[in-house]
DNA sequence: TTGTATGCGTTATCAC
DNA sequence: GTGATAACGCATACAA
């Protein structure tokens, strides 16, 4: 079903056909009518691959798809999130996957240059910091999830990790918390160091003691589980923990036992607010990321660059929202209610 | 860089260029060096569009990405695997999303008649079969991760469920307990029921009893909690479930409590071997499918469907593996050396 | 307002 | 063994 069989059966020239779709003030109406019926009747649509090839763009925007590692809460909803909101704007989500560094690279070279996409999107901003570069070196459009480290070498949306802290400390300060560990990756990472500050600035707002109350450590249970241990050990020891993930956060509310009462010994916040977090008891509280906004955004950061080439890198950020959960497991606070904390 | 600059740069026609790259036996070696190394040289990589356009294919095949929903825990793995397995195939993973099965429906023919895609993978065969039945009637490829309701429709793969929850049910008799009960969905979907019939065969050979056993509920976690309450006060109580998902084993060990051991006073073993399943304490054991076995299986029908159009449909049905985890969190069994149980 | 001509980059067919 | 030509389906500049 081509452009051409529909302008014969309308009984116009196929360029007029093309107008109809592309043009439509430039042809009469009653024209256009007739036009549109025979595109409906024998249901054209027109083929993308020609589109493609005459437009030298793909519509379709890249993301490496890594291995699935730990909780790995977001990606599938972060993938949804993206795929709705390219759709949304006429494009498609390409997945591809690539073993090591050098493959990855490959993999958006050749990407770019057969023309399969017009632009990527990058999630694990943190381990991989090359491909930003070589986009930035070769006008790829591109929008990471996460702040890079080279704020200049693309657009980014990212999760203010410090203010999800913050909040988790400020919930278990309201229910009656003073001694609050943090549990959490060593510092050396972006994200890790974000939220390691947004809690140690949270407890110095409420003139809380912080001294020797972070905990450091990979998310292997047995360590988790051994510096919670650790903590609770302390001569005056945390009664609760703002983790920096669920992973922390449930390996540690575990790892510390249940108290007289049968209650957990600790309270514990978490971070990703994975589906889990629901399901344990008591409920979990946790950190919410705004997944579905950070798409959004990332899309519309993206499309601007499709539009117009060379555009100036664009930073935003997001606030999370905590979901706090009582002991019968309701919800309270208002996830999905955040709004752009900056826009810089 | 197009063919036509290679070809000048090597001294050829451009034509010759692309038979170097089609058909290297119809050109002379001293030629076609000389046209490898300029297009080395050059880095030329065919335009995609183009021939996509000239092969009326796109190498791309199509995925409906659901919103999450549960645990969600398949949904990444398989989509890395399934990414993984199509590059080495040439071909890319197309993420599109639909919020009605309407919208859904229009989307895969979109997808189709303008050339997007060559085919489909579909994974929640469960609820929508609809579209099956359109690919069907419309000739167009693809391949279901989970054995259809109409077995003719299309070519699918499927883990064997029943043969899951016998490992369970083994796993459970050898460690010594003869109550087991069934934590699942109510009757009346595939996998469930699947899930549900190993149970009690397996309770059969072991001349188990399964009366009054079989608990059934929507995932929701006061539902299962209060079953697995209701389950664990029966006269004659079950001291362990084998459960049909890893939400209904770990909401069930919580619920049951523990002993005066401080152990769970059940053991339970879910199903898909979530990531959080080794974070519980006592770690949990579950069933895990092999995803990895199912992407590559899912790809091989599909090409053949690409290949030859028409081709008969064809089943594979696969083994999953318990992945038994002791209290030290050790796992032991063999996940990932699972075979086809069959094929038909 | 409508139609004509051309090119996008590739591959296939067929002469040479 | 090599090269000219055509065609894939669409969109744009330009002429009518």
Chains 1, 2 share one sequence.
Not at 9 to 19: D, F, I, K, L, M
Not at 109 to 122: A, N, P, Q, R, S
Not at 298 to 324: D, I, K, N
């Amino acid at each position: 079903m081509t452009i051409s069989e529909v302008a014969e059966a309308a009984g116009v020239s196929r360029q007029t056909v093309s107008n109809v779709l592309n043009a439509p003030d430039r042809v009469a109406p009653a024209t256009a009518d007739r036009v549109r019926r025979a595109i409906e009747e024998l249901g054209y649509r027109p083929n993308r691959a020609a589109r493609n090839l005459r437009e030298r763009s793909s519509r379709c925007i890249g993301f490496k798809i890594a291995p699935p590692t730990g909780l790995n809460t977001l990606l599938d909803r972060f993938l949804h999130a993206l795929a709705d909101n390219a759709e949304s704007a006429g494009h498609h989500l390409l997945l591809f996957s690539a073993a090591t560094v050098e493959e990855e690279l490959a993999a958006y070279e050749e990407l770019i240059v057969t023309g399969t996409v017009d632009g990527f999107v990058h999630a694990d901003v943190e381990t991989i910091d090359e491909r930003l570069e070589w986009c930035d070196r070769n006008g790829i459009p591109c929008v990471s999830f996460g702040r890079p480290k080279s704020p200049a070498a693309c657009s980014w949306v990212d999760v203010d990790g410090a203010a999800g802290l913050a909040q988790s400390v400020d919930y278990l300060v309201a229910r009656g918390h003073r001694r609050i560990a943090y549990l959490g990756w060593p510092e050396g990472q972006r994200v890790g160091d974000q939220r390691l500050a947004g809690w140690r600035s949270a407890m110095r707002r409420h003139r809380l003691d912080t001294g020797g109350l972070a905990g450091a450590c990979s998310e292997d249970v047995a360590e988790v589980a051994a510096v919670a241990r650790r903590l609770r050990a302390l001569p005056d020891p945390p009664t609760a923990f703002a983790c920096g993930s669920d992973t922390f956060a449930i390996v540690a509310r575990q790892a510390t036992g249940t108290g007289a009462d049968g209650h957990p010994a600790i309270e514990v916040v978490g971070y990703d607010d994975s589906p889990v977090a629901a399901l344990m008891t008591p409920p979990l509280s946790s950190v919410r990321q705004p997944i579905d906004e950070v798409a959004r955004h990332v899309v519309r950061l993206l499309l601007r660059q499709f539009g117009a080439p060379g555009h100036a890198p664009e930073g935003v950020m997001l606030r999370p929202e905590l979901v706090g959960r009582d002991q019968a497991g309701r919800a309270h606070g208002t996830p999905g209610k955040t709004e752009p904390a900056a826009e810089q």
